[in-house]
């Protein structure tokens, strides 16, 4: 993975405020379409989590169709582990 990264959590922000990770970004998945944009422009590697990988396959696919350079990172409590926060 690259030096910097960047988490976009495409839960709720109900779910966002009740677990997340320090320091990641919360874009709804139904707001993605509407950010593009804006998430083109972050810096770093993006990797995109939810609850289960479900909602950010979804929002990874659709980011990706608009080239944007990222991955699923699956469930958030998943992604924290492996990056070890």
Same mark, same amino acid.
Do not use: Y
């Given at each position: 993975?690259?030096?910097?990264?960047? !988490? +976009?959590?495409?839960?709720?922000?109900?779910?966002? /405020?009740?677990?997340?990770?320090?320091?990641?970004? =919360?874009?709804?998945? &139904?707001?993605?379409?509407?950010?593009?944009?804006?998430?083109?422009?972050?810096?770093?590697? !993006? +990797?995109?989590?939810?609850?289960?990988?479900?909602? /950010?396959?979804?929002?990874?696919?659709?980011?990706? =169709?608009?080239?944007? &350079?990222?991955?699923?990172?699956?469930?958030?409590?998943?992604?924290?582990?492996?990056?070890?926060?």
């Amino acid at each position: 993975m690259a030096d910097k990264q960047l !988490i +976009i959590d495409v839960r709720t922000t109900v779910e966002f /405020s009740l677990g997340h990770i320090p320091n990641s970004i =919360n874009i709804p998945l &139904d707001e993605v379409p509407d950010r593009v944009e804006e998430i083109k422009a972050m810096e770093g590697h !993006i +990797i995109l989590c939810c609850a289960s990988g479900g909602r /950010s396959g979804n929002a990874t696919g659709f980011l990706q =169709n608009c080239g944007v &350079d990222c991955e699923n990172g699956g469930g958030w409590r998943e992604v924290k582990e492996k990056l070890g926060l």
